[in-house]
């Protein structure tokens, strides 16, 4: 049981490039979000899922792009990289009925953006 | 809209000390979670409490929430060096997800 894995660990984009954070676990968990951690203003909802095919924005969406066509999988896509997105992402999932409202993160992905 | 407070944002405490973190959040919620991060990690689950005065306990570590006041407390007891991390809350969205609204976070040092 590998939990709540994420790729890749680092990665440096140079300004307008795309690239795709993938996220999976496999806890068969219908919930999965994505976070981003800036210094000092703890972690804010990008995005998140409550099962396959059901996506919906978060706090701060802008500049992102998800889907989720699998249980276990939810790629974050970033569609034109600017400098304002460097950060550290975490992928989180949990159920999301039931008694145990358990969120489980990723180890993360640290973003550099130039 | 959901928002949360914590404070201190900083907290740098003696061993053998007891000191107290609160969050504050500002509308009905029925799940209430802390996490600890260690520098370049990810979060690690502490606690969550989901009913008006749940208290969990794990160790130096207590938390109990008042939900008719809006506010959870993080309890050190005799702290030790071990401990320093930042520790952060957040409240469940509500509804039928998940979603989390995360304080700023406390930074807390524990000096011997």
């Known amino acids: 049981n590998a939990g709540v894995t994420q790729t890749p660990k680092f990665q440096v984009l140079k300004t307008g490039q795309s690239m795709t954070l993938q996220c999976a676990q496999d806890m068969n968990h219908e919930y999965m979000s994505w976070y981003r951690q800036d210094p000092g203003m703890g972690l804010r909802l990008i995005h998140y899922s409550v099962g396959a095919g059901i996506t919906d924005q978060g706090e701060v969406p802008n500049g992102y792009n998800v889907s989720r066509s699998t249980t276990e999988d939810f790629p974050l896509r970033l569609l034109s990289a600017a400098p304002s997105q460097t950060s550290v992402y975490f992928c989180a999932s949990s159920y999301s009925s039931g008694t145990s409202y358990e969120q489980y993160f990723g180890p993360g992905t640290r973003l550099t953006v130039t | 809209e959901l928002k949360v407070e914590q404070n201190p944002l900083f907290l740098s405490m003696q061993e053998g000390k007891n000191y107290t973190i609160y969050c504050n959040y500002s509308?009905?919620?029925?799940?209430l979670y802390w996490y600890r991060q260690d520098p370049g990690k990810s979060l690690e689950s502490l606690f969550v409490l989901l009913s008006n005065g749940a208290v969990k306990q794990e160790g130096r570590l207590m938390a109990s929430l008042d939900t008719k006041a809006r506010l959870s407390t993080l309890h050190i007891t005799a702290a030790v060096h071990d401990l320093s991390a930042t520790y952060f809350c957040?409240?469940?969205?509500?509804?039928?997800?998940?979603?989390?609204?995360f304080g700023t976070g406390t930074l807390l040092a524990v000096q011997p």
């Open positions: 509308t009905t919620s029925d799940r």
């Open positions: 957040a409240v469940g969205g509500g509804g039928a997800t998940n979603k989390l609204i």
